[in-house]
Every structure is written in C-alpha cells, then in structure tokens.
C-alpha cells in the first residue's frame, strides 16, 4: 500500500467492520496513517476521523513544495543506492574470506601445511613449548643470524640463576661523609659524654645497640613529647597537679572517668542552643527532673496535651511524674505546658545535669571550679575544661610512647645487658620512662629530664643517623 500511494495512485480498503480498518490503518507508517480517510461507523469518532483526515491532507497540500521534495527524493535515493553497494561489497568481502579459508597452502616448515585453521591449531598446540619466542614478528628475515643463533644457544646452555641475576647487579652508593661531618659528630658524642650525669648513664646504658632508626624514631617521640609538655605548662596550678598524680599513677581510675567529658559537653551545648534566650526557672534540678521533664516533652511531641481541670482525671503518668516535683516550671513567667515549653525545660535540666556531673568528678579530682554561675556561662566553663583534659590527655599519651619505645629497646640490647638483676633493668621497670612538665610536680620534673635527656643522647647535633 506505502508503494503504491508513492507512484501517486490511491488505494481503496473496504471492510465489513471498522475494527478491521483500524487495525490496518496502525500498521501503516505514521506519515501515512494521517492521510486515510475512514468513512464508517460515524458513531464511533468516525466523523472525527474523517474531518482530522481530511484537515491533515488539506494542510499538506498547501504546504508541498514540489522542488524541495523532488531534492528530498533524490537525496533517499542516493542514500539508498549507497547501502546497497556497501551490502554488495560487504557480501563479496565475506564469499572471499569464506574462499581463502578452503585454500591448502604449501608447507612453509616442516608440519606446517594445509588451511589456515590447520596452521594455526599446530601453532595453539605447541604454545606452550614455543612462547620463549618474541612476539609478534613483523619481519621477514630473523633478527640473528646462523653464527650469532649458535653463539647464543652456547650461552644459554652455560648459563645459571645466579649468573642471570648479574644483570640486575650494581654499584653500591659510595657516598661518605666529609672529613667535617666527621670531626663535628666526634666532637658531639665527646661533649655528651662529658654531660654525662644523673641519670644520663642509665639512658645511655638502654639505648645501647639501639639502630638509627630506631633511634630516630626515639627523638621524634621525644620532640613530641616535649611539645606536650609545653603545652600543659600553660595549664593552671590544679590541672598540672593532677596531670602530675595521672603521670605517677595515683589518679588513673579518677582521672578515666573524665572520658565522658566531650559528650557531656557536646549534650550541654547542643541543649544550650534549643535553650537559646529563654530564660528557664525550675523549683528542682538534677537527674530526675531531667528524666520526668524529657519524657514529658516526649509524650506531648507524640500528640498528647497538658491537662487541667476536670481532665486532670485523664492525665499521662509523664505529667504527673512532672507535677510530683512540685510547681511546673516557668519559661520566660509563663507555666511550660506546651510541648515545645517542655522541651526548652527538658534541654535546659540537660545542660545543668552535665555541668553537675563534670563538677563531681572535678572535685574528686581535687580540682575546685566554680560552676554555679549562669548556664550558657558554665556551659563555656565546661568547654575550656574539656580543652586542658585534651592536653593532659595529650601528655600521658606521649610519656606512654615514650616510655614503651625505651621498654623495646631494653628488650633488645645484648642479654649481658639486659639481666633481670642488673641496676639499670631494675631501675627501668620500676619506675616508667615517661615524662612529665617541670611545673607539674617532681614525677613531671623528672619526666621532663628524661625526655630532654634522651632528645640529647639520641641526636646530640642532628646527625643520629651518622
């Protein structure tokens, strides 16, 4: 039908039933499709077809311009013709390439004859005895001639794995120090061994045998430490005391209970910010209100109401958890009743809870702050402490790497040296090879030399290396 309405001829389809009609007008191409006019069933859109048709056809005859499609059928056409020669050559390609693979090739070697598939089935087969060979070859004649072929499998027969080893042999770097590089490290180890005093030979004695780079790793441990020992000398009297008992041991249990700080103060400033101005009076505090006013804030977020009056009766066992403390509390004068007056209230029991919990644990550890000002305020209060339990924090780890690389080291000397019974091991088991910062008690000042003194012995003049 498409190739006959393209020789300009019309074609007339009758049927018994429309449903027939449109099912072949839906298999026409879309182009086509808006060009049949179907004059049956007017009932059913017929009538509506046949105008939609008829307007289609109508629109393209005013807009036919007899040149341009003359230059489009040219162009299809030529498109056309281009794809059947393509096809034409493509399907001579193919005959030809089917033909060569029946083509029996003489032998080139001895066993290789016959088709092309044959060839390379011989050549597959003895892969594995034959992959030495580099590949591809792009060249006619071989790289080596006859001479050089047999000088090199004499070669190959001579060779060994240690002999193949020798190509990837060179020169050590015989790179030495100046005779000034020299003379400055004997000059420094000669000064260290002059400042040799207190507990400079007990030092000396563990870092005996010690590599460089263990050394090495020693004064940067050492550097580090020192730089946490200046950082913690700017604490104020009762923080460097109480770093001092955590370096000697007497505070460890007290002082790890203050691992909860940062969440108590992250809890507390999160609180302080739902808080924000309002200003929050509570007859009690503590953890039970906190507990009674966090449920109750929760109970009214799910949808249930403040009752009063007549509907006290139906009160939640939340509100009178809350109404068991006493008067309710206020925000800004007015009684928290709603769910988001609750919630302020609940939030700002959190905050002074954290604060109350941050200062027990201070004064167990002896140190007396102040924390009964306004809540924002104590709140920052809370937050510089957390930054000097950072610091001391800091500190101890540093003194533990210290004192474990001494402890690896000292397992590592010669036996001799190393005797369970000998001054120098009893002394370093017994007390830790830590450090400590000189306004931080004895146990820190001692500390402190420690870490200076072992910087000095590891790399007197930056040459621990040399």
């Known amino acids: 039908m498409s190739a006959l309405l393209a020789g300009g001829q019309r074609v007339l389809v009758t049927s018994e039933k429309a449903q027939a009609l449109r099912v072949l007008r839906d298999k026409l191409p879309l182009e086509l499709q808006e060009l049949c006019v179907a004059v049956t069933d007017p009932a059913r859109g017929g009538s509506a077809e046949l105008n939609r048709s008829v307007s289609e056809i109508a629109t ?56 092309v598939a044959s060839i390379v089935r011989r050549v597959r087969a003895q892969e594995s005895g034959q992959g030495w060979l580099p590949a591809p070859l792009f060249t006619d004649a071989p790289p080596l001639s006859v001479d050089e072929f047999i000088t090199l499998h004499a070669l190959h027969q001579r060779s060994s794995v240690e002999r193949a080893r020798r190509r990837h042999q060179v020169f050590p770097d015989l790179s030495l120090p100046t005779q000034r590089e020299v003379q400055d490290a004997c000059a420094a180890v000669a000064q260290a061994s002059q400042d040799v005093t207190g507990e400079m030979p007990e030092l000396l004695r563990v870092l005996e ?55 108590l103060v992250q809890a507390a400033q999160e609180a302080d910010r739902v808080v924000g101005a309002s200003t929050v009076a509570t007859p009690v505090t503590g953890r039970p209100a906190f507990e009674a006013y966090d449920a109750l804030a929760r109970k009214l977020e799910a949808g249930d109401t403040w009752r009063s009056g007549l509907s006290r009766f139906r009160r939640s066992d939340e509100q009178s958890a809350v109404e068991a403390l006493g008067e309710p509390a206020t925000v800004d004068g007015v009684a928290a009743t709603t769910a988001h007056s ?14 109350r919990v ?15 000002e306004s809540r924002s305020r104590a709140i920052g209060t809370l937050a510089l402490i957390n930054r000097d339990r950072g610091i001391v924090d800091n500190l101890v780890t540093r003194v533990r790497d210290v ?46 030399f420690a870490a200076l003194a072992v910087t000095r012995v590891v790399d007197p003049m930056g040459l621990a290396t040399s």
Not at 222 to 243: I, S, Y
Not at 363 to 370: K, Q, V, Y
Request: aromatic letters at 4%; charged letters at 25%; proline letters at 2%.
């Open 358 to 372: 941050v200062g027990i644990v201070l004064r167990d550890l002896g140190i007396d702050i102040a924390l009964d």
């Open 403 to 448: 004192e474990s690389a001494l402890r690896d080291i000292h397992l590592m000397i010669p036996a001799a040296d190393a005797e369970p019974g000998s001054r120098s091991g009893s002394r370093l088991r017994s007390r830790p090879a830590g450090s400590g910062v000189g306004k931080c008690g004895k146990y820190g000042r001692r500390v402190g």
């Open 209 to 263: 045998g010690a590599s460089p780079d263990i050394l090495a790793r020693i004064r940067d441990l050492c550097e580090q430490l020192q730089g946490a020992l200046h950082d913690a000398e700017r604490l104020d009297l009762g923080f460097q005391r109480v770093a001092d008992d955590v370096l000697s041991g007497r505070a460890q249990h007290l002082w790890g209970k203050t691992a909860e700080f940062a969440g």
């Open 60 to 115: 393209r005859k005013a807009q036919f311009n007899g040149r341009r499609a003359a230059q489009r059928i040219e162009e299809l056409t030529t498109q056309r013709n281009d794809v059947l020669n393509r096809w034409a050559i493509l399907t001579e390609q193919i005959r030809q390439t089917r033909a060569q693979e029946t083509v029996v090739h003489t032998a080139v070697a001895a066993g290789y004859e016959g088709t």
């Open 342 to 355: 609750v919630r302020i209230v609940a939030e700002h029991l959190r905050a002074l809870d954290a604060v």
